[in-house]
């Protein structure tokens, strides 16, 4: 799985656009890029995922760089239940058995404040 | 959408009791994984499931084991509860569908081994 990189905390201010880099670029054309957070004491939820078009659903959009090494995550209308982190993974889609796990890096602590 | 349910959310045992953890999910998913997750260390994954009676070691097997009986549950079975395996455990399931489909978490169970 290509390596990402991500800031390790941002701020956002509540009702405001939060805009949550990824750096990929050592990505290869069969990696999907995926996003999931966590709220803490909480298990990791899937927000959205894309190959090379932008993806948008109830809970974000997700904007890929033409060239595919980095992405955005966008939530559009933050709100305090969206105080998390924030973990950007890229891997294959065709893994299968233990390959097919997850590994989160560090990711990204959103504080969304009033 | 997809439900994954834990059993327990909160859980105390003593060393040497054997314990079972349970998962549930509603969406008829093929895969099943369970991990745990500790500070520093990430997401590591246990074991993995991609049928009913179907199983596969993952990276940190010694002291678990698993069962699926039927599609939509799977067990995870500490045998002798030891104090390092204090930790939080999460479950997932994915359908096999596209290889690109996300895994699904449950609220995680956080196990504490007295």
């Known amino acids: 799985d290509a390596k990402t990189t991500q800031p390790p905390s941002m701020d956002c201010a509540e009702g405001r656009a939060a805009n949550l880099p990824c750096n990929h670029s050592t990505i290869s054309g069969n990696e999907y890029v995926y996003w999931y957070r966590q709220i803490h004491s909480q298990g990791p939820q899937y927000i959205i995922h894309g190959l090379k078009n932008n993806e948008t659903n109830e809970m974000a959009s997700l904007i890929i760089t033409e060239d595919r090494k980095s992405s955005t995550l966008i939530l559009p209308h933050a709100t305090l239940r969206d105080t998390a982190v924030y973990y950007c993974i890229v891997r294959v889609a065709s893994g299968t058995g233990t390959a097919s796990k997850l590994t989160f890096g560090t990711g990204t602590r959103l504080q969304v404040t009033l | 959408d997809v439900k994954v349910t834990q059993s327990s959310r909160y859980l105390v045992k003593r060393t040497g009791e054997k314990v079972f953890l349970e998962c549930v999910q509603d969406?008829?998913?093929?895969?099943m994984f369970w991990y745990r997750q500790d500070p520093g260390l990430g997401l590591r994954l246990i074991y993995f499931s991609y049928d009913v009676k179907m199983k596969e070691k993952g990276d940190i097997p010694e002291g678990y084991s698993v069962s699926r009986e039927k599609k939509e549950r799977f067990s995870l079975i500490l045998e002798s509860a030891s104090t390092n395996q204090t930790s939080m455990y999460l479950c997932a399931s994915r359908t096999k569908g596209q290889g690109n489909q996300p895994q699904h978490f449950g609220d995680g169970t956080r196990l504490s081994i007295l």
């Open positions: 969406m008829d998913h093929e895969n």
